[in-house]
């Protein structure tokens, strides 16, 4: 069973995936969406090395949203 912790940085990241290619697609390629998104996740797993420590699986989690939008975005072009 996936964490909570782990599935609301699934939703997130795809959130903020699919926000960010609506808002950037004819400005920006598809890679600094995914970029700016990535970094948030890493600033946010940064941060939580003063409270519950670093954890890989929050970033593969994040990662796991970005790929979701990025799937569902390509079908929709």
């Known amino acids: 069973m996936m964490q909570y912790d782990k599935w609301l940085h699934s939703v997130v990241s795809f959130m903020l995936t699919v926000m960010l290619i609506a808002v950037?697609?004819?400005?920006?390629p598809?890679?600094?969406?995914?970029?700016c998104v990535l970094v948030v996740?890493?600033?946010?797993e940064l941060h939580d090395i003063q409270t519950t420590g670093f954890?890989?699986?929050?970033?593969?989690?994040?990662?796991?949203?970005?790929?979701l939008a990025?799937?569902?975005?390509a079908l929709a072009i």
């Open 24 to 28: 950037t697609q004819f400005f920006f």
């Open 30 to 35: 598809w890679w600094v969406a995914v970029s």
């Open 55 to 67: 954890d890989w699986k929050d970033i593969v989690a994040d990662c796991v949203g970005i790929s």
């Open 41 to 44: 996740g890493l600033y946010k």
């Open 70 to 73: 990025m799937c569902l975005w």
